[in-house]
């Protein structure tokens, strides 16, 4: 394996992680605030929803999956 390859295998295990659906929920809201800044309009209030709601969506499905064991 290359040290490239490597590095960016590295860096996507960072970013994604073991919750594919988190970091895709993260780059929506993200998009969604640029958007809302680009129309002019206040953004400031996406993020912190997003991660109270995608905090509570992650541990929920971990305390679920958890339980089935």
């Given at each position: 394996?290359?040290?490239l390859?490597?590095?960016l295998?590295?860096?996507?295990?960072?970013?994604?992680?073991?919750?594919?659906?988190?970091?895709?929920?993260?780059?929506?809201?993200?998009?969604?605030?640029?958007?809302?800044?680009?129309?002019?309009?206040?953004?400031?209030?996406?993020?912190?929803?997003?991660?109270?709601?995608?905090?509570?969506?992650?541990?929920g499905?971990?305390t679920?999956?958890?339980?089935?064991?």
């Amino acid at each position: 394996m290359s040290r490239l390859r490597a590095a960016l295998a590295g860096v996507w295990d960072f970013v994604v992680g073991d919750d594919w659906r988190a970091a895709l929920g993260v780059v929506v809201s993200l998009s969604l605030t640029a958007l809302l800044a680009e129309w002019g309009l206040g953004a400031w209030w996406v993020m912190p929803i997003a991660v109270i709601a995608l905090l509570a969506w992650s541990v929920g499905r971990a305390t679920r999956d958890a339980t089935r064991r």
